[in-house]
């Protein structure tokens, strides 16, 4: 968002967020002032929407309808359209802040979160994080992605962090120790584990030259606006390749099972 007020340079321009995808256009937000970060979903738009919980879309998990959508629950959210989808998971999680209307807000995607240690974090605790410490700093970040490490002692892990910086921040420490403090006031889970240092230890940041995402990206021939490079990868293959790129050197530790897409449920 920085970049773009930066890039249009003028002061007064509104702007808004809206859900759209190739899929369909899911949702906008309608009253910006009055229910920032929150999008109305569009029921009228030729959709048929599911909703499943996070922690169980697995096969045997149960998809509802929008009657039974509880506020505050990740949901990953499931499309049947005109058009000829058929039950698709998007591979978004969203929740819902109100359901009348019914305004959600994205918070993450389906395989994208860490959770080696039982921390349970999810994107949306880390951008928030990232935002909250980046305007501190005065900093402008262009490019992030995270990993668990087990090479990290004397406890069981950490969280491994490649960032490339537009504007960096002066003081690239206490960046990360306020990144480390921002992520345990939005997740309890990661506040526990960090306790006392024995199960995830600090977060681990390597701040990589600019270029590093996009060369990244045009190796394995993805350079364009319709890929990103994950932002919580709980498979450490992505990270190695980024610091890589960056010439970075990296521990040959052994990777998590990759995690696996989730699944519909079967009928």
Do not use: M
Request: aromatic content about 8%; glycine content about 8%.
């Amino acid at each position: 968002r920085k970049t773009f007020e930066n890039l249009v340079g003028t002061p007064g321009i509104a702007f808004r967020e809206v859900y759209n995808a190739s899929e369909g256009c899911f949702a906008f937000e309608d009253e910006a002032e009055l229910h920032p970060g929150e999008l109305l979903l569009c029921t009228d738009h030729d959709i048929f929407y599911e909703f499943i919980r996070v922690e169980e879309c697995v096969p045997t998990g149960a998809a509802i309808g929008l009657s039974d959508v509880v506020v505050g629950i990740p949901y990953a959210i499931v499309i049947t359209t005109t058009s000829g989808l058929w039950r698709y998971l998007v591979g978004d999680v969203v929740t819902f802040t109100s359901t009348h209307p019914y305004r959600i807000q994205i918070v993450g995607r389906t395989t994208q979160f860490l959770n080696a240690f039982g921390e349970e974090v999810i994107a949306d605790n880390a951008v928030k994080a990232l935002e909250e410490v980046a305007k501190i700093a005065g900093a402008e970040i262009s490019g992030v992605t995270a990993s668990p490490t087990f090479d990290a002692k004397p406890s069981q892990g950490a969280h491994e962090w490649a960032i490339e910086f537009k504007i960096a921040p002066k003081d690239i420490r206490a960046f990360t120790d306020a990144l480390d403090e921002a992520l345990k006031k939005r997740n309890s889970d990661y506040e526990a584990k960090r306790a006392s240092d024995i199960v995830l230890g600090a977060p681990i940041v390597h701040v990589v030259p600019e270029g590093t995402f996009r060369r990244y990206l045009e190796g394995k021939g993805k350079l364009g606006g319709q890929n990103k490079v994950p932002l919580l990868s709980n498979d450490r293959a992505v990270l190695v390749s980024v610091l890589q790129n960056a010439n970075i050197p990296v521990a040959r530790e052994s990777h998590l099972p990759v995690v696996q897409p989730l699944e519909l449920p079967a009928e």
